[in-house]
């Protein structure tokens, strides 16, 4: 099921094709859709294309195409535009509500407790969520973790910032990733490979990496935005 953001993206990118031939360009979209960045069309795009709505045509600019339509828009086609905004409007996903901001705009992401940002400490599944702009996040399945401790400071990671995480089990060297090490303590570092170890590299002078047996850490997730409270 689509978003409504997702569903007024599709539905402009086809009006533009039928009437010009051309997809239109980001800045386009981003005007259209009344969003902050281009980043934010970026992200509508990817979320489409995963779907199969919408596929990039290579080496080409402004070259999208419609792959199918979602039933909604195909329906509205010819409805009137109130028609078309209560179809959008019914397509939305049941999410659990936020007070005051439309549900495309916002991700109930499960919390899963605290992750060191220092030595490791135990891994905590918690039961609770947070609410988090989907702008922070990008395609696929996200959780979050707040941070304790100061080993990540100079990466603009800080004791008591939530870290958006994207839940994988690969990582390339050089990025921020939750390691899970002998299956019982989480912390977050870069990740760098060496042979059969692995290092898990802290961004503070203060701290030392740590180096383990590959076989002992697993890759839960890699950072994908951070969200942080002001006092």
């Known amino acids: 099921m689509l978003t409504a953001k997702q569903h007024e993206l599709i539905r402009f ?18 005007e259209a859709l009344d969003l902050k960045s281009k980043s934010g069309v970026h992200r509508l795009i990817s979320a489409l294309e995963e ?25 509205s086609s010819t409805a009137a535009p109130s028609a078309a905004n209560d179809a959008v409007s019914a397509a939305m996903p ?13 991700i109930d992401v499960p919390l899963h407790g605290r992750i060191a940002a220092g030595a490791p400490i135990e891994a905590i599944e918690g039961q609770s969520s947070m609410l988090v702009p989907a702008a922070l996040l990008g395609p696929g399945e996200h ?3 707040e941070v304790s401790g100061d080993s990540m400071i100079e990466a603009g990671i800080f004791d008591g910032d939530f870290a958006l995480v994207k839940r994988t089990e690969s990582a390339r060297d050089g990025e921020i990733v939750v390691a899970l090490v002998d299956n019982e303590e989480a912390t977050l570092k870069y990740l760098r490979k060496d042979g059969g170890r692995v290092i898990l590299d802290p961004a503070n002078g203060a701290y030392d990496p740590q180096v383990y047996e590959a076989h002992r850490v697993q890759v839960q997730g890699k950072l994908a935005g951070l969200l942080r409270r002001y006092h």
């Open 13 to 30: 990118i086809q009006q533009r094709l039928e009437e010009t031939g051309i997809s239109p360009s980001f800045e386009e979209m981003k």
């Open 51 to 75: 779907r199969g709505f919408i596929r990039r045509l290579p080496n080409r600019a402004r070259a999208l195409e419609i792959v199918k339509l979602p039933e909604s828009a195909v329906s």
């Open 143 to 145: 959780y979050a973790l």
């Open 94 to 106: 049941a999410k659990a509500p936020a007070p005051a901001a439309p549900a495309n705009d916002i």
